[in-house]
């Protein structure tokens, strides 16, 4: 509401030309409008959150009730009020004041107290003018809250007392005396109908059985229903079929039957099957892993996986959705990424975070982890050391990532020490022999040979040779999901060398997939997984 000039205008358009009331909140005003009609206009000031929730409460009454003298309700900020206009006829208390009621006004009134009440409003808050025997709502006052259920009793008595005085004018029926007219008919319609009835059902009429199977079961009962037979229903499941489809009928097809009797439908309702996640992969493995839940791949829709950061032949989303519940056969629509366009990334400092959370940082990235590399460390096993390419260094999305990945400085040995080499057992002392003096040796020419100071080495000093012994280790890897496209082998080299295993695969066959299998080897051995004869991980068994 505004002041312009001297007079004030609500909300531009409705010039006030004097107040009528105040009540609370509420200012009750005569205006004029733009057509220069007389309006009068309820103004709310809405200065509390309870003020705001009267008006609205106002609002949600008026619209239950649509009084005739409405004509509008705005409620936006800064403007809450609701424009009535006059309505013709006379007052309530007027109409009541008869000595002869038409029941057409009783019944109007008590109803309009009725609807009033619902609201929390009684029939003394509103302005009620009678056109003919019809009870007009002219004007509704606000009120801070709806009334109690007692209140409202005794407000209503005022005008609810006087209907049950008085005479009352009862609604006469035009053409009263041709009322038992319908009587006799139904009368004669009914031993008509009666006596077709029994004719039929002691001699029906035989019929045809229609063929329905493999139509929906909705269409198939209206069919036999139209031919006059009785149908029910049964579950049943059938591969191939579409869910709510007709599989078996009994009697079957071509059957003649006697109107009337029982036709058994079997629906097609196999039980509901919870959709797989198929987000990350690519169209071949979608396929593969809705087929073993006897799903199908519906429509395929190309996307651009830019903001998603996901790479080309992925898939971006489907629907349903994973873990959704699904019917056996439903199609699965999907969105596949065309790639991403032309967009650089970048890795934030992943030294310190376990490999899963490394792995997800890569992912976000756009970037796809592709090697492991382990190495002995102090810290948890599991915690990157180091990664390539380095923090904050940018890269095109789709690039490789490679992991220095922590692992425990201790390893349990891979087979028994077995027994140590003993020490030789010691010797007895010989106790030293007096020596006599030799006679001056005679040069013969001849050389004694010379006698060793040391004694004979016995077999129990001699230490044992360590021999390596051949041993079996067990390879146990899961391949990402974001597998890149290629080929991938696996070796294993230990102290005779490296040689191949019997393990080839293409990516889309492996991905997201654990590997495992066995091999002898003979001391340290190491698993290398090459993707296209390039290292693409390293497995220590």
Known sequence: MTDQGNGKVIDGKYEVLRELAVQGSVTLSEVRAAEGVTRQVAWFNVASPAERQAFHTYRSALRALAPAGLTDVVARPGAYYAVWQPVTGQPLDTALAQKVKPQELIDGVQALSTRLAEQGYALDDAQVVVEGTEPRLAYLTPLPAPRSAEDLAARNARFLTPLRGGRVKKKREPGGWLTFIPGLLLLGGAGYLGAQAAQTYLNPPVREVTAVTGQDALRGARLLAKAGFRVTYNEGQAGGRPIGSVIRQDPPAGTNLPVGRLVTLTVNNPP??????????????????????????????????????????????????AGSSAQQG?????????????????????????????REYARAAGLVVTSVTPQPSDRAAGTVLEQTPAAFVRVKVGSAVKLTVATSRYSAPSRPAGDLPLPPAPLPTVPEQPTEPEPAP????????????????????IPPVPVTESRSVSFAYTFPTDLPEGTYTLAVQDET?????????????????????????????????????????????
């Open 272 to 321: 509901a099957i919870e959709v797989p996640r198929l987000e990350e992969m690519n169209l071949d493995q979608a396929r593969d892993a809705l087929k073993d839940r006897a799903m199908t791949v519906g429509k395929v829709v190309k996307v651009d996986g830019t903001l998603t950061s996901t790479p080309e032949g992925r898939i971006v989303a489907q629907l349903p959705e």
């Open 330 to 358: 439903q199609p699965v629509q999907l969105m596949v990424s065309t790639g991403i366009s032309g967009k650089e990334t970048w890795l934030p400092n992943l030294g310190g975070m376990t490999y899963d959370q490394a």
């Open 442 to 461: 005679v040069d013969s020419g001849v050389t004694d040979p010379v006698v060793p100071d040391s004694q004979p080495v016995t077999p129990d000093e």
């Open 497 to 541: 060398g490296e040689r191949p295993l019997d393990f080839s695969y293409a990516a889309a066959d492996i991905a997201g997939q654990r590997a495992t299998t066995t091999a002898t080897v003979t001391g340290d051995a190491v698993f290398i997984i090459r993707r296209d004869g390039a290292d693409f991980a390293t497995v220590t068994p």
